[in-house]
């Protein structure tokens, strides 16, 4: 089917119980998006909405495989609602679709920013966009919709977002200052990055984290080794740099330095046994001493060292240890640019409860500190 794009959401109707179809959307013949999802238009228990602002004013033709006919409804705004007998009352959900990984968090204009992995038309892992809420207290969210959507370099994987304070990206606009997104696009993750490798990528947000708009000269980093992923960055306060903590293949994770937040070269390459993806990077005041800084280096299974960074290595001055033991608790993230040092993250947990329009939550922040306790 081929129609005229003049809404900002489409509604596909879907049913649990459906066989999984690809849509590929088509703009002049070439492929600019496809989605996987249980269309069924006979007797849908949902309706999932996409996205379509960025496409508006354009011809879009969408084809399905297997073939069927498409059925949707246009929507100019879409209601987030959250009610239901099993939907979570304090752990954040999205109101439709599965959630995974905490993405880009960052404390801006006093609220605090959260985006995550998100599949807009299924309460189950696939079709990784950025989803994003907002909040004054870390507990009730806004939801925002989706924000960073799969381009022909690949879906959108996780990664952190950072204030660019003194404006070293060129990339403010106005007043206030730009926030930085650094995400991965996963090449060869949807028929429209069909060939791509995993790269490092930026966005860039000048309405306070609403838009996000991806950077001209993408990527920042071109693939290192196969499926390398999830950049962390941090303000790095010793010599006045950026690191970047980045996942490379089994257990093993490297750590980039930068200047002016574009161009980025390895200093080091660290192993965490038993754990991968998802790394954190963050320093803590020991026993609340702004004189005793240590490091902490985390990774997805809540595997963590601490150590000392001067900005150019990091020292590992533990064995490896575990902050969570159950498995409720995946790929945790921190918050950046939180005044005072403070140090605030969340996890998810992964969890689908059949026959609901949701799939996995977040968890409730924690605030992070660390203490000498028997000469440790």
Same mark, same amino acid.
């Given at each position: 089917?081929?129609?005229?794009?003049?809404?900002?959401?489409?509604?596909?109707?879907?049913?649990?119980? $459906?066989?999984?179809?690809?849509?590929?959307?088509?703009?002049?013949?070439?492929? !600019?998006?496809?989605?996987?999802?249980?269309?069924?238009?006979?007797? /849908?228990?949902?309706?999932?909405?996409?996205?379509? +602002?960025?496409? *508006?004013?354009?011809? !879009?033709?969408?084809?399905?495989?297997?073939?069927?006919?498409?059925?949707?409804e246009?929507a100019?705004?879409?209601?987030?609602?959250?009610?239901?007998? @099993?939907?979570?009352?304090?752990?954040?959900?999205?109101s *439709?679709?599965?959630?995974?990984?905490?993405?880009?968090?960052v404390?801006?204009?006093?609220?605090?920013?959260?985006?995550?992995?998100?599949?807009?038309?299924?309460?189950?892992?696939?079709?990784?966009?950025?989803?994003? $809420?907002?909040?004054?207290?870390?507990?009730?969210?806004?939801e925002?919709?989706?924000?960073?959507?799969?381009?022909?370099?690949?879906?959108?994987?996780?990664?952190?977002?950072?204030?660019?304070?003194?404006?070293?990206?060129?990339?403010?606009?106005g007043?206030?200052?730009?926030?930085?997104?650094?995400y991965?696009?996963?090449?060869?993750?949807s &028929?429209?990055?069909? #060939?791509?490798?995993?790269?490092?990528?930026?966005? @860039?947000?000048?309405?306070?984290?609403?838009?996000?708009?991806?950077?001209?000269?993408?990527?920042?980093?071109?693939?290192?080794?196969? &499926?390398?992923?999830?950049?962390?960055?941090i303000?790095?306060?010793?010599?006045?740099?950026?690191i970047? !903590?980045?996942?490379?293949?089994?257990?093993?994770?490297?750590?980039? *330095?930068? &200047?002016?937040l574009?161009?980025w070269?390895?200093?080091?390459?660290?192993?965490? /046994?038993?754990?991968?993806?998802?790394?954190d990077f963050? /320093?803590?005041? $020991?026993? #609340?001493?702004?004189?005793?800084?240590?490091?902490?280096?985390?990774?997805?299974?809540? +595997?963590?060292?601490?150590?000392?960074?001067?900005?150019?290595?990091?020292?590992? &001055?533990?064995?490896?240890?575990?902050?969570?033991?159950?498995?409720a608790?995946?790929?945790a993230?921190?918050?950046?640019?939180?005044?005072?040092?403070?140090?605030?993250?969340?996890?998810? $947990?992964?969890?689908?409860?059949?026959?609901? /329009?949701?799939?996995?939550?977040?968890?409730?922040?924690?605030?992070?500190?660390? *203490?000498t306790?028997?000469?440790?």
């Amino acid at each position: 089917m081929e129609f005229l794009c003049d809404t900002n959401y489409i509604l596909f109707p879907t049913s649990d119980n $459906a066989q999984n179809k690809r849509l590929y959307f088509y703009i002049n013949n070439e492929l !600019v998006y496809d989605i996987v999802l249980k269309l069924d238009n006979a007797s /849908p228990d949902y309706k999932f909405p996409v996205n379509m +602002r960025r496409f *508006k004013g354009n011809n !879009v033709k969408i084809i399905s495989n297997p073939i069927m006919n498409i059925c949707f409804e246009k929507a100019d705004k879409i209601q987030f609602g959250y009610d239901g007998k @099993y939907r979570p009352s304090v752990h954040f959900t999205a109101s *439709k679709g599965w959630i995974n990984d905490p993405n880009g968090l960052v404390y801006y204009g006093g609220r605090y920013l959260m985006y995550f992995q998100h599949n807009p038309v299924a309460a189950t892992w696939g079709n990784m966009h950025w989803g994003g $809420a907002v909040s004054d207290d870390l507990i009730h969210w806004e939801e925002i919709g989706d924000v960073l959507f799969p381009d022909k370099d690949g879906t959108m994987f996780s990664g952190s977002a950072i204030i660019d304070k003194k404006n070293l990206t060129g990339l403010q606009r106005g007043n206030e200052p730009a926030i930085l997104y650094f995400y991965t696009s996963a090449g060869n993750t949807s &028929e429209t990055s069909k #060939g791509k490798p995993f790269t490092q990528c930026l966005a @860039y947000s000048n309405d306070g984290g609403k838009t996000l708009i991806k950077y001209d000269k993408n990527p920042i980093i071109k693939n290192i080794i196969k &499926e390398n992923r999830d950049p962390k960055v941090i303000y790095c306060q010793p010599d006045d740099s950026y690191i970047m !903590v980045l996942y490379l293949d089994g257990h093993s994770f490297a750590i980039l *330095k930068s &200047e002016n937040l574009l161009d980025w070269s390895q200093i080091q390459e660290i192993t965490l /046994p038993d754990d991968g993806e998802c790394p954190d990077f963050y /320093p803590l005041s $020991a026993d #609340g001493d702004s004189k005793n800084i240590k490091w902490i280096f985390s990774a997805a299974s809540d +595997r963590y060292y601490i150590g000392s960074f001067d900005g150019n290595k990091f020292i590992i &001055e533990t064995e490896q240890k575990r902050l969570n033991f159950g498995n409720a608790s995946y790929a945790a993230q921190s918050w950046s640019d939180i005044p005072n040092g403070r140090r605030v993250r969340t996890a998810f $947990a992964s969890f689908v409860i059949p026959n609901n /329009p949701f799939g996995s939550c977040l968890n409730i922040p924690q605030n992070m500190t660390i *203490k000498t306790i028997n000469g440790e």
